[in-house]
C-alpha cells in the first residue's frame, strides 16, 4: 500500500531553535519525488522544499533542509533558526514518476507551533 | 509566480441545492485537482484532470463531478449538495512538462451545507 505517516500531529518550538518533523512513507517503487508543504492559517498551500529519490544529496531551502534516507524511507524535514511565520501546518507527500502518475500521496499533517 | 483562483473564499449552501466551485489557473498547466480538506482526515483527492474534457477519479469522487472545458478552467460541481459535504475544498495545478512539478494551490473555499 502506498502511504505516508507523520508521526507527530503536533509540535511546538522555541523561535530561533531547530524542530524537525519526521515523515516516513511506503512504496515499492524505486523512483519517486518526495515534498514538504506548508499550509499557514491563512489557507494557500505553498511547497517548502522537493527532493528526487534518486539524488543522494539532500536537498536545502535557506532554513529549511531534509534527511532523506531512502533505505529507511524516512524524508524528515528540519527548520533551523525557527520564525513566528514558520507556523503552520506541515504536510509531507510523494508521487511517483512511472508512467502517467499524477497523484500525490499525502500524509495526515504536522501542526508547528512556534513560541516566542 | 503560478496563481491558482478559486472563485469563492466562503460559501454557504442549503442542502439539496447544485454548487458549483470554479478554479482557474495561468500558467497553463495541464494537471489540476480538486481536494478536500478535514480535520484529522488531511487531504483527500477527489478528482483530477489532465487535459482538457478529460477527467479522472480520485479517492473520494462520490457525490461530485467535474468539468474541463478549457485548459485554465477546473470546476467541481456538487450535484446535490449533503451536509457531509461540509468542508474545506482546495484547488491545485501542476505541469507534466516540469521535470519535478510541484502542486500549486489556491486559498480554498469553505463550504458550507446547511
Known amino acids: 500500500a502506498q502511504t505516508v505517516t507523520q508521526s507527530q500531529p503536533e509540535m511546538s518550538v522555541q523561535e530561533a531553535e531547530t524542530v524537525t518533523l519526521s515523515c516516513t512513507y511506503d512504496t515499492s517503487e524505486s523512483d519517486y519525488y518526495l515534498f514538504w508543504y506548508k499550509q499557514p492559517p491563512s489557507r494557500q498551500m505553498i511547497l517548502v522544499i522537493r527532493q528526487e529519490a534518486y539524488k543522494q544529496q539532500n536537498a536545502t531551502e535557506n532554513r529549511f533542509s531534509v534527511n532523506f534516507q531512502k533505505a529507511a524511507k524516512s524524508f524528515s524535514l528540519k527548520i533551523s533558526d525557527s520564525q513566528l511565520g514558520d507556523a503552520a501546518m506541515y504536510f509531507c507527500a510523494y508521487r511517483l514518476c512511472a508512467g502517467n502518475n499524477r497523484k500525490l500521496i499525502w500524509g495526515l499533517g504536522t501542526s508547528l507551533a512556534v513560541n516566542p | 509566480d503560478v496563481k491558482v483562483t478559486q472563485s469563492s473564499r466562503y460559501l454557504v449552501k442549503r442542502t439539496g441545492e447544485k454548487v458549483f466551485l470554479e478554479c482557474v489557473q495561468d500558467?497553463?498547466?495541464?494537471?489540476m485537482f480538486w481536494y478536500r480538506q478535514d480535520p484529522g482526515l488531511g487531504l483527500r483527492l477527489i478528482y483530477f484532470?489532465?487535459?482538457?474534457?478529460?477527467?479522472e477519479k480520485g479517492d473520494i469522487p462520490e457525490g461530485y463531478s467535474v468539468s474541463r472545458e478549457k485548459k485554465e478552467r477546473f470546476s467541481l460541481i456538487l450535484e446535490s449538495a449533503s451536509t457531509n459535504q461540509t468542508s474545506m475544498y482546495l484547488c491545485a495545478s501542476s505541469s507534466w512538462t516540469a521535470v519535478v512539478s510541484p502542486l500549486h494551490f489556491g486559498n480554498g473555499t469553505r463550504l458550507t451545507v446547511t
Open positions: 500558467m497553463d498547466h495541464e494537471n
Open positions: 484532470s489532465y487535459d482538457v474534457k478529460m477527467k
